[in-house]
């Protein structure tokens, strides 16, 4: 019968043989339904409880809501174990973690779908739904919705607590908007606030009474608040730790005085020495980095400046670069490289870079990093594996995982804007909300510009002026 297609007639007496025998022809049948893509199929997988059959045939197409469905209802639809060679029962309880992977599979399929469609929200919902606290938290501050992101990880406490606590410095950045120069004492103290909600902020406190541009007695104002000195007491603090060799503390201090710019030297000259080196690595540079970037911008834009503002700008660039990689930001991670080239052709400075070795960079990575159905068909060269490898090996894995991927904001996919505007980083017509910088004409993709903050405080324009997305 079942080679002349009586399936129903086969099926329907296949019991009187065995039950063993009638659910491998149901199992036969649904694969042939599987391979002509028939949704009669969905019974036979149920009948016999193989699960793992119709969730992949709903997988396979895109019927992601459906699969996900299969998967959490599974405990429903099992069929009853058959009996062993022994007589004894196979316990289901085996297979329980197999569905519960399966569950955590389809439920992150969903979420990815919803997150590159624009829907950070509806993402997060599929992570919740299966406890996945990290990429749930990931998918809000990845799609920028960051009050949303900092609301749900007070509530889920401290199993979301390293999330929650990025959500509410990238919250307090949005407050440090250099445009509006802090317009109002509420913004200066919303952003502190944010900022004494996380437990260890003594450092986010410090960048943020850094940054602030307001005259002497508000500084001094914001600085009580924070339970910091004055900044008169700073430019004490700051030269007395320096006659005691702690440089960090130095540069901390100075940028909290009266004289910011002189920390600028200071830490300067240290990242420049450990580039200079051969074991250096993000760790070692990106603190030092990341604390002068918050240097008051009527400072650092100063003339007398100038010098250690480029090479400030181009060490920012360069290190910017590598934490793309890191966070994989495939897409700006050439407009770094790109940006740091031509800051170090058209300024003069002194930095342990050469333009040629970021050219051999940038092509070692795109050789070796792109998946093989993107790159050529040439395989990377031998030096260009070395130099890969060298470059890996200056960047520490990620230590918030669920944060690794490009940033999608609601939006993305829509249309950008009646009159179109294209991108000053990839040349490229922009798709979704754009971001417009300093200079009101150049613009960028909101996703692009999100990300460059991420890894690189200062404006894609090279103009010393902080970026601020949020």
Not at 241 to 251: K, M, N, S
Not at 310 to 318: A, F, K, R, S, V
Request: proline fraction near 6%; charge should be negative.
């Amino acid at each position: 019968m079942v080679e002349l297609g009586e399936w129903d007639k086969a099926l329907s007496v296949a019991p009187g043989v065995s039950m063993k025998y009638w659910r491998k022809l149901m199992q036969r049948r649904a694969d042939q339904l599987i391979q002509e893509e028939n949704d009669d199929v969905i019974p036979y997988c149920i009948a016999i409880g193989d699960v793992k059959k119709l969730v992949s045939f709903f997988t396979s197409r895109g019927q992601l809501k459906e699969a996900l469905l299969v998967a959490a209802c599974e405990g429903n639809i099992q069929m009853s174990p058959l009996p062993t060679a022994t007589g004894s029962s196979n316990s289901g309880a085996s297979n329980t973690d197999d569905y519960n992977e399966l569950l955590h599979k389809v439920s992150k399929e969903l979420a990815e779908w919803y997150f590159q469609d624009g829907h950070a929200v509806l993402a997060a919902c599929c992570h919740l739904a299966v406890e996945n606290i990290e990429l749930a938290m990931a998918a809000l501050i990845r799609g920028n919705e960051l009050e949303l992101a900092a609301g749900v990880g007070s509530v889920l406490g401290e199993s979301a607590a390293p999330a929650t606590h990025y959500a509410l410095e990238l919250l307090a950045r949005k407050c440090m908007t250099v445009t509006t120069c802090f317009p109002s004492l509420g913004y200066r103290d919303l952003a502190a606030d944010l900022l004494m909600m996380i437990p260890e902020n003594k450092l986010q406190l410090v960048k943020l009474c850094a940054f602030y541009p307001g005259c002497a007695a508000e500084i001094n104002d914001l600085h009580e608040k924070c339970n910091l000195p004055d900044v008169e007491e700073c430019l004490r603090l700051a030269e007395t730790v320096q006659a005691d060799g702690d440089l960090f503390e130095t540069i901390k201090y100075y940028l909290l005085s009266t004289e910011p710019e002189k920390a600028l030297p200071i830490g300067i000259q240290y990242v420049k020495e450990q580039l200079c080196g051969s074991d250096w690595t993000l760790d070692s540079v990106c603190p030092y980095l990341d604390l002068l970037s918050y240097i008051r911008t009527e400072r650092l834009v100063l003339h007398k400046c100038s010098e250690f503002r480029n090479e400030l700008l181009i060490l920012c660039g360069y290190v910017g670069a590598l934490l793309a990689i890191r966070r994989q930001y495939n897409s700006i991670v050439p407009a770094l490289y790109e940006y740091t080239s031509q800051l170090l052709k058209r300024r003069e400075v002194s930095v342990p870079l050469r333009i040629e070795q970021l050219s051999e960079e940038l092509d070692a990575w795109r050789a070796c990093s792109q998946p093989a159905d993107d790159s050529p068909g040439t395989p990377p060269s031998e030096s260009q594996r070395r130099v890969y490898s060298l470059l890996l090996s200056r960047i520490p894995e990620e230590p918030l995982q669920g944060m690794v991927g490009p940033d999608n904001v609601t939006g993305s996919n829509l249309p950008s804007h009646a009159e179109p505007h294209v991108s000053c980083l990839t040349g490229l017509r922009i798709q979704g909300p754009v971001f417009f910088l300093e200079d009101g004409k150049s613009a960028v993709s909101l996703n692009d510009a999100l990300m460059w903050a991420k890894v690189n405080p200062f404006s894609p324009l090279g103009t010393g002026i902080r970026l601020n997305p949020f």
